[in-house]
């Protein structure tokens, strides 16, 4: 099955808007009618807005809400930071979405956050609980320690899982990728078909789309590794932020995830004080076949109802 993304080069569907703020400036895009109940979308490390499939998007319009998408610093069309004279934490990155949240002149929003962004939105949850409506997350972690731990050959400290071998072999092609741009889009869908955990075939064309967008719009080759330093930096900040989480919480996962495996996803939800918790068959991590588009979705609308 593939989806049907426009080929063109941008793919800018609906209401494209660019925020500028705290000298920062983020592209974002929104889906639905702005009277619906607002949702962000929180992408991982090094990870555009478009990562976000467009049908995914216009598909949570569709169950009732006003979605938004986004880059952030460092990805995509946004702002491009020199880390080494402006370093920055996750917090930083979770006072963007605040700044985002205020353009688009919200008092509130249901918050989903994926991989990394899972931890940006956990950060979001503990430090502006009025702005929570829910808070969703999806393939993340209360602790990145064993995947940074293994990226840099280092023994973690971590009880948790590592990440299987195939992702730190293919953490290479991330960080530094190959010359030309169909090097690149094929690294991508390599990338993505390892991700996927091998359960369920990657959707090729839909990869290719979006690996396509995603170089012709990078305007920061070294946005993953600015990403991963603001990780790192970051573990101190995020082991202070679970148990200060009020915010009804409603967690995915794959059993099937080669990143975060299954023990994170049941020591998310021991640390969230309330928290569900949704375990997806043979999901990995990431949206890399349209067989995923309904079971998250309907996942993410049963975490828009979650209460404590």
């Not at 920062?24 to 607002?38: H, I, R, Y």
């Not at 991982?44 to 319009?61: D, K, M, N, T, V």
């Not at 949240?101 to 609980?129: F, N, R």
């Not at 979006?210 to 305007?219: D, K, P, S």
Request: with cysteine; net charge negative.
């Amino acid at each position: 099955m593939s989806l049907a993304l426009n080929p063109t080069f941008p793919a800018m569907a609906y209401e494209p808007k660019v925020i500028q703020t705290d000298d920062l400036v983020f592209w974002t895009e929104s889906f639905g009618d702005k009277k619906n109940p607002a949702l962000v979308l929180i992408m991982g490390s090094g990870g555009q807005g478009i990562l976000w499939p467009q049908q995914f998007c216009e598909q949570l319009a569709s169950k009732g809400f006003f979605v938004i998408r986004y880059d952030h610093r460092d990805t995509g069309l946004s702002s491009s930071i020199n880390y080494q004279n402006s370093p920055y934490t996750l917090l930083d990155m979770a006072n963007d979405v605040i700044n985002i949240i205020d353009a688009y002149s919200l008092d509130k929003a249901h918050i989903v956050g994926a991989s990394m962004g899972g931890a940006i939105a956990m950060l979001l949850a503990a430090h502006y609980p009025e702005r929570i409506a829910n808070l969703i997350l999806l393939m993340t972690t209360v602790d990145m320690r064993p995947a940074f731990d293994a990226f840099l050959g280092k023994l973690s400290t971590s009880t948790l899982s590592m990440p299987e071998e195939t992702i730190l072999a293919a953490l290479k092609n991330i960080v530094t990728p190959p010359d030309t741009l169909t090097e690149k889009v094929n690294s991508f869908i390599d990338n993505a078909r390892i991700n996927s955990g091998g359960k369920v075939p990657i959707d090729e064309p839909l990869c290719r789309q979006i690996g396509l967008q995603v170089f012709l719009r990078m305007q920061n080759p070294h946005g993953v590794s600015n990403h991963f330093q603001a990780a790192q930096a970051s573990h101190d900040l995020l082991s202070k932020t679970a148990s200060k989480i009020t915010a009804p919480t409603f967690i995915i996962h794959g059993d099937s995830d080669p990143v975060f495996p299954i023990d994170h996803a049941y020591a998310t939800q021991q640390a969230i004080q309330h928290s569900r918790l949704a375990i997806i068959p043979d999901l990995g991590h990431g949206i890399s076949s349209a067989v995923w588009l309904t079971p998250i979705i309907e996942k993410i609308v049963e975490g828009t109802h979650a209460n404590t």
